[in-house]
């Protein structure tokens, strides 16, 4: 593979020419050039954020319009603006970084699988342990048609095949207003897990903020009890024999020890707790809420049943509070716990038991965190011990005092 790395600073760069190799591995051989055919690193081969098709100006503003489901009224026009941009074929001119591959390769393969021409798109999203590629799916006019996963270790292939399973489980269940996409292909591409996805109707209205938040909360509601819900004591479920398992295998670490001596002060407490399922990963990156109430909802690789009813909403909260509203984590932790009460309401979770419920949900996260390893891929907040620990301990301290 003929690939110059730029300096770059923060992986992001290196890591482009690693997916490179992995969409169009040998004989193909990509190489990055100045300017012409080929792909149009977006904004630069140094600062690699999104990949997109030349030959077709509305494939390429399709591309740039749904590489993420932006978040903020900012990063709403910064990408309409770059989408008419690359519309009115100005895109190339302004970027003049280009991906080239002399060979075929996931592209083709897709264009099979599909029956019809397929031009792709990468977004190229910071370090994580699960980070993969995923393609958009792009006719040469413009319509989406869907978009393909490729799990490329074991970690990544174990969540694609999972998001797989999950598609065809949920595509039999009642989900209130959630719409989900189908699946269209399901197999192996040299070697890797390889999932392609129907795409989701993104483009229409959506819905104002206040109708969006409560169709959110009705279909995390949905998701909850659509397999089912029960209430049992938490000691004595299936749940808390899972989570120790899972905590248990993390070995002697700290992190765990600490999560080990959460988990025992929520036994001894013993809530009753209502249990159903959860999408795993509800974050505002990973749905959105259209004018006539539909709620559309991807990424369904963490999906599970079985555990405490209202983790998603809690995750939206604390992963909003982060990631939209700035809050420092360990503050966004603190505060998720304290207003567990009102987050978990709709979810049946009474007794006062909520903020234990939330202490579950983040051993929950922390011990996912640590098990896939993100502290050492360069995930921020795969530093459980620097936020998410101290605000349990601290709770349970005043819990028990």
């Known amino acids: 593979m003929v690939f110059r790395v730029p300096p770059d600073g923060d992986g992001r760069a290196a890591y482009l020419g690693e997916l490179a190799g992995l969409i169009w591995p040998a004989p193909a051989e990509p190489s990055l050039r100045r300017g012409g055919a080929g792909w149009v690193v977006v904004p630069s ?23 993420t489901e932006a978040v903020g009224r900012k990063a709403k026009l910064v ?57 958009q799916l792009l006719a040469p006019d413009g319509r989406a048609l869907g978009y393909a ?23 039999e269940v009642p989900l209130g207003p959630v719409v989900l996409a189908g699946v269209r292909h399901h197999g192996d591409w040299h070697g890797h897990a390889l999932l392609v996805q129907e795409a989701l109707p993104v483009r ?83 749905s959105a809420v259209l004018a006539d109430g539909r709620v559309l909802v991807w990424d369904w690789e963490r999906f599970e049943a079985d555990v405490p009813a209202g983790y998603d909403a809690l995750h939206l909260a604390v992963q909003g509070a982060m990631s939209h509203d700035g809050v420092e984590p360990v503050e966004a932790a603190r505060a998720l716990i304290a207003g567990a009460g009102a987050t978990l309401a709709p979810f049946d979770q009474t007794g006062g038991g909520a903020d234990l419920v939330a202490v579950l949900y983040l051993v929950e996260l922390a011990a996912r965190y640590l098990r896939d390893r993100q502290a050492e891929a360069g995930a921020r907040l795969g530093h459980v011990d620097t936020w998410l620990l101290p605000a349990v301990k601290e709770h349970l301290a005043r819990r028990a005092g």
């Open 45 to 67: 081969a140094s600062r690699p954020r999104l990949l997109v098709p030349t030959g077709s100006g509305r494939a390429a503003a399709s591309a740039v319009r749904h590489s």
């Open 79 to 135: 990408r309409q603006g770059l989408s008419t941009a690359f519309r009115l074929g100005l895109g190339p001119l302004v970027f003049r970084d280009r991906l080239v591959v002399d060979g075929g390769g996931l592209d083709a393969h897709l264009t099979e699988v599909l029956g019809e021409p397929a031009l792709v798109s990468l977004h190229i999203g910071p370090a994580r342990a699960n980070r993969k590629p995923v393609l």
């Open 149 to 171: 996963k490729l799990g490329v270790d074991p970690l990544t292939r174990a969540l694609v095949h999972a998001e797989a399973d999950a598609l065809r489980r949920l595509a």
């Open 204 to 286: 229409l209205p959506r819905a104002t903020p206040a109708a969006a938040e409560a169709a959110e909360r009705d279909a995390m509601v949905a998701v909850a009890g659509c397999l089912g819900v029960r209430r049992q004591s938490w000691a004595a479920s299936g749940h808390a024999a899972r989570l120790t398992e899972a905590v248990d295998a993390l070995g002697p670490r700290p992190e765990a020890g600490r999560l080990r001596a959460a988990l025992k002060s929520v036994a001894d407490a013993d809530p009753v707790v209502a249990f159903g399922a959860w999408h795993g990963d509800w974050n505002g990156g990973n």
